[in-house]
Structure formats: C-alpha cells, structure tokens
C-alpha cells in the first residue's frame, strides 16, 4: 500500500449554552480527576508500560496484550470529561459497511473510541463482538458496554480495518453526541478493556495499517465566535501541515512528573506581562477542558497582576474596559521557546457572552482557578482557549509534544 503522508479532516465547533458556572464546575472536576486518578495500574506500571511501547513502536510492533491480571472491570481513571465543556469539537465518524455517521467528540485527553449514547450502533458484516467489557469513566461523566472490532472511517482516505471501539450500553453526561474519538496516548486506554492491558487508537492503527507514515496527528483551530457547529479546525494525520502554522514547530518531551505525565503534559514556566513569574517549570496537560486553569496561588497572582474580581453571576474573573485597555500578554516558556497570549487571547469571545449566562457588556477573563495549589504535579490545563491560538502536535511516536504559532496567535477576534 503506498503512504499517504498527511490526511486532513475538518471537525466542527460545537458552543454550548451551559452557563460559566457550569463550566468551571466541569473543568475543575476534570482537574480534580486528573490530580487524584492516578493510573489504575500504579505509576511505576504506567512508565513501564509507556517504555515498552515506545520500543515497540520502533521496531515496527504495535499489538494488543493480554492483561498482567487477567480480565478484570475496566478502571473509573483513564480519561476526563469533555461532554459540558463551554467550546467542543466535533467529528463525524463512520463505522461499519456500510458505515453508519456517528457524531463523536475530539478529546486529546482519553483515549478509547466508542459510539452509542445518541445514535445506537448499527451492526454489519464486518462487526465482530468481542465480548470483552468497556467501562471509562470521565470525572462528571461515564459509558459502559461492549468491545466491537470495525471498520472505522474518518475520511474518504482513513479507513481503519479492524479498529477496537466500545459500543456503549450505558453513557452518562453526554447530550447530543454519539461517543468520543479519543486521541489521548494509548497508555490511557489501560484497564478499559476486560482481558487486554491496552487497546490501539485509531492514529495507532493508521499508522500499524500503513495508511500514515507517522504516529502523530496535528490539531489546527480557527478562534472561536459566537457562531456554532460549524467546521473551523481540523486533524491532521500522520504529520503536519506547514500552511496552518507560522515559524517552525517547536517540540519538548512529555513530562516526567505524575500525574501530567500520563496525558499530553509538559514543563513550562508563566509570565504575565514583564514581571515575575507565577509559575515556574510546572508540568501543564492539553486535554478537554474549556478554559485556561491556573494552580490556586498562580491564579491569585494573577489576578492581583491584572485587578480583576470575580463576577458574582458567572464565577469568573471580570475587567473593566480600562484594565482591559492595560491588560499584558501571558508568555509561556516551553523548552526553549516563549509563546505568547496576547490580551486579547485572554478574554471570553465577547459576542458569546450570552453562552456564559452573562452581560453583554462585561468583559470576562478565560483564566481560572485550578482549585488546588502548585507543586502537586499539575498546575495548569492549557484548554481550548489556549490552543486555538497555536498548532499542536500530539506525536506518539516520539513521546513528545509540538506547538507553533499560527495567523491567529495575534488575533483580535474577541
């Protein structure tokens, strides 16, 4: 089979009406999830597991192994919650043949794919129940039910032969949607899955299949507005795509302090403006998560540094015109390279105020309180309002994370 390099395939906007509160409310259990869901097969096993993949990788193998404990009931702690974030994104996903269209989340920050909470699954000839069980849980939400092997379509030019999914019997915490495209490391599907240790995702497969030539995806946005459910990203699989992005990809390892360690987290350090530091080498993971979550003390810094309250209506950090006018970027030093939120980048999209059960002429920040201090081995959540100004790169192959800026880093959308 000849290579295709990179495949791109757009994904949809989805701006939901929960309500600021409602939001905080679940990216903070998510962050609470991650600081006390360390990995149901304990850290030393986690790193172990991640080792000998990574080696596998390289000699070419990729395979599902039996469990070390045989079967057993999947964990509750392998990924975390996107389903009520205030900005989702959202892809349509074939699965079967014929294929049926499921409508499925994007979450960097799990790892399992599965279908049913909407739309029930549709079995074809080329659905195979495994009999095995599925259970994740994602900190305000959950599914459970069976392991199929399918096909699965992302595009035309990405189609998975034989893709692990989990056909849900029960979900919980998901409206509107079918299920999750997970794209987390493969570590997280651990303990899901009755009877094996892990379980490829679907870039593992493209990639084991030959249909990419990489193990990695690249993740462009568009910033968010008050329009919805409408196509402003896209995945890039098996590479990435030198028109999304300005400057060169700049690449740092995936930590080694737990818990971030277990997702797509990295060591960084935070300035505002030009003074000091409010934090310094803290490990930050890229998941589902909405807004911009600082570690308690990082997060009073910082709101002493700009001279914002908190909006007794939505719980979130408010500024007047006039701060706004004197609010400084934020530079995130990641490896050897400064990135930059500009102020502009740090405040809720205006137009969409009403999403938040807000005033249509208040100014609202992005940044919120982690609600646990620094030093616990995550002390920031880089969501959806940080990355939609940068291209990411999750590569697996190489355990390691990219980020560039793009044409709207700068942008005055908000």
């Known amino acids: 089979m000849s290579h295709v390099i990179i495949r791109s395939v757009p994904f949809t906007t989805r701006l939901t009406q929960n309500g600021a509160r409602d939001i905080l409310a679940r990216d903070r259990a998510r962050a609470k999830k991650l600081l006390s869901g360390l990995h149901p097969h304990g850290p030393a096993a986690f790193h172990e597991a991640r080792k000998r993949r990574h080696h596998a990788r390289h000699r070419g193998v990729l395979q599902t192994q039996p469990a070390s404990g045989g079967g057993s009931d999947a964990a509750s702690d392998g990924s975390i919650d996107v389903t009520d974030a205030g900005v989702t994104y959202t892809l ?31 079995p074809t000839s080329t659905s195979k129940n495994t009999g095995e069980k599925v259970t994740v849980s994602y900190g305000s939400g959950s599914f459970s039910g069976t ?17 692990s999914i989990g056909v849900a019997s029960t979900a919980q915490g998901f409206n509107d949607v079918d299920g999750i495209l997970g794209i987390g490391p493969v570590d997280l599907t651990s303990g899901t899955v009755s009877g094996t240790s892990d379980v490829p995702t679907v870039t593992d497969n493209l990639f084991s299949q030959g249909i990419i030539e990489s193990d990695s995806i690249g993740i462009s946005y568009v910033p968010t507005s008050s329009a919805s459910n409408v196509a402003n990203g896209e995945i890039d699989f098996g590479g990435t795509d030198s028109s999304k992005y300005t400057g060169q990809i700049n690449y740092v390892p995936i930590t080694s302090t737990s818990p971030a360690s277990q997702y797509w987290g990295i060591d960084q350090s935070v300035t505002y403006g030009n003074g000091s530091t409010i934090l310094n080498r803290s490990d930050i993971v890229m998941s589902g998560t909405t807004l911009l979550m600082l570690a308690t003390d990082a997060f009073q810094t910082y709101q002493k540094a700009t001279g914002a309250t908190i909006d007794s209506t939505t719980g979130l950090l408010t500024i007047t015109q006039s701060q706004f006018n004197n609010l400084k970027s934020l530079f995130f030093k990641i490896g050897d390279t400064t990135f930059e939120l500009t102020a502009n980048a740090q405040i809720w999209p205006r137009a969409s105020n009403s999403a938040l059960g807000g005033d249509t002429g208040k100014i609202y920040l992005v940044t919120a309180d982690l609600g646990s201090n620094s030093g616990s081995g995550l002390d920031f959540i880089d969501g959806f309002v940080f990355l939609q100004r940068f291209y990411s790169v999750y590569d697996t192959g190489n355990n390691q994370l990219g980020l560039a800026t793009t044409q709207f880093t700068s942008a005055t959308t908000n």
């Open 147 to 163: 392991e199929y092997t399918d096909t699965v379509s992302l595009s035309e030019d990405l189609v998975i032969q034989n893709q």
């Open 92 to 122: 349509s996903v074939g699965v079967g043949s014929p294929a049926t269209q499921y409508t499925l989340l994007i979450d960097t920050g799990s790892s399992n794919t599965w279908v049913g909470a909407a739309t029930a699954f549709v």
